[in-house]
């Protein structure tokens, strides 16, 4: 396997026709397909490891083939050391996220077997990342979404669940239960789920997981729970108050409602008041005279068959019994 660069204008000579060029970042490699062959899973594998006549894969028109867009020269470089020794060493300048998701996107496997680093803690992070993953995935199946399906079933759209050690006593007294809403929260008995929960980076990873599976509203932390009364103190006037301990807990909370914002808006329909409120604005179009019948009558305005009185007549106007002769006839 050799290497040139573009910038540079030198290009190695293939030892035989068998050889291809790959085109990354500027950066001219040429490599035996053979090599691709015997990992016929990696991306790379499928694009060359089958006959060249027959893939999918096409040359440019200098016969390079152009792969790992957005993948550095270094970083794939280090890549293609896996199809000789089956080993990544990620070099210096490289951060594990960034091989990381090179390795990804090339379908090379990431894990202790296959990459080398100097960089302990950030590769051990991504591998607890990916465990994490996984591990959350089978408690979601297992004993996350029984309790989740449960709620639902009782027409609720949401669920609070704690998760407390398998030796855990929650004893609560009938008479004086806790003031907190406890009552409304799912219990999950798990010291497996406990320890799970105890990192944040678990509880990051989880919300992810959460999220990609189409919940909402997700929160996940430690709370305090009460788990069993202490004490009974007297208030004045012969009141009582119990104190119980409280345990540090981890706790869920999803929605999986679809309509969250309707169900809090209340619709007030308005219906166009026909009334006139503005009692100057009335009387400057007409002035109103209220006979005493309709006054002793009435309880709060005119008959209903009348409505709004009609305008009186001006001063000059001259009345029916006082028309003009002619207009009369």
């Not at 803690?121 to 990916?130: C, K, T, V």
């Not at 994490?132 to 408690?139: D, H, I, N, Y």
């Not at 007294?173 to 789920?193: A, F, K, N, W």
């Not at 209340?266 to 026909?274: A, E, I, N």
Request: charged residues 25%; hydrophobic residues 35%.
């Amino acid at each position: 396997m050799s290497y040139s660069s573009l910038h540079q204008g030198v290009v190695t000579p293939p030892a035989n026709d068998e050889r291809i060029t790959l085109v990354v970042e500027n950066t001219r490699i040429i490599v035996d397909p053979a090599l691709f062959a015997a990992h016929p899973d990696t991306m790379l594998g499928r694009m060359f490891g089958s006959s060249l006549e027959n893939n999918f894969t096409r040359p440019n028109e200098r016969g390079e083939y152009e792969v790992a867009e957005g993948i550095s020269a270094v970083v794939f470089r280090a890549i293609m050391e896996y199809y000789k020794t089956g080993i990544v060493h990620c070099p210096p300048n490289v951060s594990i996220p960034e091989l990381r998701e090179a390795c990804d996107y090339l379908l090379i496997p990431f894990d202790a077997n296959t990459i080398r680093c100097h960089n302990l803690r950030g590769f051990l992070h991504e591998l607890s990342n990916e465990g994490a993953r996984q591990q959350f995935e089978k408690f979601l199946e297992e004993l996350i979404l029984p309790v989740m399906v449960a709620s639902a079933q009782r027409g609720d759209r949401e669920c609070h669940i704690v998760v407390l050690l398998d030796d855990d006593v929650v004893d609560w007294d009938l008479d004086y239960p806790p003031q907190m809403g406890e009552e409304y929260s799912q219990i999950i008995y798990s010291t497996g789920v406990y320890r799970f929960f105890k990192y944040i980076e678990n509880r990051d990873v989880a919300k992810q997981v959460l999220k990609e599976r189409g919940l909402k509203k997700i929160r996940l932390g430690i709370e305090g729970y009460p788990t069993y009364k202490e004490k009974v103190k007297c208030r004045p006037g012969g009141r009582s108050e119990v104190i119980y301990n409280y345990a540090q807990r981890p706790f869920l909370r999803m929605s999986w409602e679809k309509e969250e914002a309707k169900s809090r808006h209340v619709d007030f329909q308005c219906v166009k008041s026909k009334s006139i409120t503005n009692l100057a604005a009335l009387e400057a179009v007409a002035p109103v005279s209220i006979s005493s019948e309709t006054v002793e009558g009435a309880v709060g305005g005119f008959p209903e068959e009348d409505g709004v009185a009609p305008s009186q007549p001006f001063p000059r106007e001259p009345y029916p019994d006082r028309l003009p002769l002619e207009d009369l006839a």
